[in-house]
Nanobody, 125 residues
Framework: QVQLVESGGGLVQAGGSLRLSCAASGRTFSNSAMAWFRQVPGKEREFVAGISSFSTIIYYTDSVKGRFTISRDNDKNTVYLQMNRLKPEDTAVYYC??????????????????WGQGTQVTVST
């Protein structure tokens, strides 16, 4: 059974940092694109960052460029999201996603086959 388990969320003050981790089990994702999405109540799930299988292609949504960094460790089957200079508008549930077939990240949720349960990130003023 494939599982993606996120960790590292929490409450932080504006300007602070958090590091999210997503550990995959049940199969290897070393040849798969992985990504982070986020969602707030009443809104669609939003793409945050994506990374190709060997980290050669990385995408970010404009609002996090220069503040967030996505990375992965294929030996550990884990993807990370380092979030710096957090803002209240970054408050959301953050989800890890993995593709079952593509090595190149996409910006739409439909392109991902596996999802974690989500971790809450709350940024206070």
């Amino acid at each position: 059974q494939v599982q993606l388990v996120e960790s590292g969320g929490g409450l932080v003050q504006a300007g602070g940092s958090l590091r999210l981790s997503c550990a995959a089990s049940g199969r290897t994702f070393s040849n798969s694109a992985m990504a982070w999405f986020r969602q707030v109540p009443g809104k669609e799930r939003e793409f945050v960052a994506g990374i190709s299988s060997f980290s050669t292609i990385i995408y970010y949504t404009d609002s996090v460029k220069g503040r967030f960094t996505i990375s992965r460790d294929n030996d550990k089957n884990t993807v990370y999201l380092q979030m710096n200079r957090l803002k209240p508008e970054d408050t959301a549930v953050y989800y890890c996603a993995a593709s079952g077939s593509s090595a190149v990240p996409a910006r739409t949720a439909d392109n991902y086959d596996y999802w974690g349960q989500g971790t809450q990130v709350t940024v206070s003023t």
